[in-house]
């Protein structure tokens, strides 16, 4: 359940949560890494890991793995105005998270309007009648917390992580802004300049940024996905007052809503809080379920390019439409996460073995599974050229693995490696309080359950080979994918580019993530 999820991850909310939080240190990891991050490779060891229940994430025993994966008791009830509040104790530091997930996206946009759940992020910063702009953050800051927010295509995410003896102080807070935004032309007007901004940071001044809109804008034909989170700059600098609070009020209800909370905590505590606190919101509006436009069966593979003087590094990467966890058939999303893991996930997989290892061209290469979505999700390729080696060659090279796979399949031992893998990663996943109520948070907000959350380290378990390459073969079809080439400005076509000398990849960088483009924090 790789989450390399489409979002934007505000910077503006970034600075506003400045100066690495103690808390976030405390648990052994920044509360502002992006998802994609946290489901890398990373160090076993967290200096607060001192439950005896966990096991060493470095080298867990099937069975303990097992344990492990049951371990939490994670609790969840609904308040009266439809609130879901899900609990996630963990008692190892006195500390507790708290993160609201509104089911609301730039997918839910109206056309036309794009940006408009973003922007509405970023207006949510600027206070109620109670608490005036800059209260909330204040009260976060003082108590050494730490806080963010991010927008994705299905959903808008809040939190704060404080001292437990914080929480009830910030749920207050939280609960009063779901109903009680103050928005005057004073406060909009000029964030609207902010995420203007934004977009010209992040994305008109970042190539690989304007080459994985253009992928998405291809891949996704009919799905409100080809439209970029963080929206197009013609349509934001539109976006108004009216416009703003519309979308408040017609998506930002209890009742459209799941509140996490993470931490060392009870449920009759949580209970209580939230009682006091969000069961006091009214249920403001019926969103209703979410019906999207669907994206038609692909029936032309399709390649954009972009050439630009500031890429020092040219790259490929293909991207597949694929099903998600939540329009799969059963087992299939969970086939894919593993066949990406044996594909290209780590320094074991087979491209990185291939390209990397063997035949030296590439100085990174990988892929992923994005299976976290309402509507599809996608399975993606990429490669970094090396040396002399041309971009042509690792785009051949990385096609040839695949053509290979679906062929003659994965085998046995390549199926439990990975499953050991997905096992490992989920541990350290479990580790982190942040992690774990992203995770839930995810999948609560893309049509999933706990139950489905709870079941998937069996569901993992359960994959077959048979599976794993009847999902390589009805996925991996060029007809379904857009190719995306990477290039520098000098290269004349995408057969002639290679890795400048100097640098690090040309000098034979082995960082299997090198080269990835980063979805996470640029794709918006
Ligand atoms: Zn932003």
Redo the contacts with the bound molecule.
Sequence with gaps: MKSLSRK??????LVRSAGTSLLALALGATALTPAFAQEAPRPAASATKTSPATPTPAAPTPAAAAAEAKRPAIESFTLDNGLQVVVLPDHRAPIATQMIWYRVGSADEARGQSGIA?FL??LMFKGTKAHPDGAFSAAVAAVGGSENAF?SYDYTAYYQQVPVEQLREMMAFEADRMENLVLSDEAVLPERD??LE?RRMRVDNDPGAQLSEAVDAALFANSPYGTPV?GWRQEMEKLSRDQAIAFYDKYYTPNNATLLVAGDVTLDQVRAYAEETYGQVKRRAEPGERQRPQEPEPLAARTVSLSDARVTQPSVQTTYLAPSENNAEPGEAEALDLLADILGGGTTSRLYRALVVEQGIAAGTGAYYQGTALDDGQFMTYGTPRGEATLAQVEAAIDGEIVRLVKDGVTPAELEAAKNRVRKALIYQRDNQTSMARRYGAALSTGQTIADVESWPERIEAVSVDQVNAAARAILDKKRSVTGTLLPAAAETAADAKAPEGTPAAAGAVDPAAGAPAPGDTRS
Excluded: A, G, K, Q
């Design positions: 934007v991850l505000c910077r503006t909310s973003h992020e970023h927008t902010v995420i934004e963080i």
